[in-house]
């Protein structure tokens, strides 16, 4: 799966921005009034990578079959990690939620 975006229109003061993309998937065999989204799992690849990109798109590979995968597309600059950890300030984010077809 391809993922493109349009680079962020708001940068505040940093004029550097860069990307991280989470991958997400839907619990299975729980309760769904207590189901959370999981993490992908390392199977999953992301080309060029999935953290601290300087571009605007990401190929995703390795994705099973007719599952509903939610990404989560961060922009970030350079002060996001010390907003996070000093004011609990979490990046601005865009989701998307896609579901897979069968391999051909």
Request: proline share 4%; charged share 25%; aromatic share 10%.
């Amino acid at each position: 799966m391809e993922l493109k975006w349009e680079p962020s229109a708001v940068t505040g003061d940093q004029t550097q921005v860069f990307y991280d993309v989470d991958c997400l998937k839907p619990c299975e065999g729980e309760n769904d009034n207590k189901c959370i989204d999981r993490a992908c799992g390392s199977d999953v690849i992301f080309i060029p990578r999935k953290d601290g990109l300087n571009v605007t798109h990401v190929i995703v590979g390795n994705l099973f079959p007719f599952i509903n995968y939610t990404m989560k597309i961060y922009a970030k600059n350079r002060v996001s990690d010390l907003a996070k950890r000093k004011y609990g300030i979490e990046a601005n984010f865009m989701e998307i939620t896609v579901r897979t077809n069968r391999s051909g």
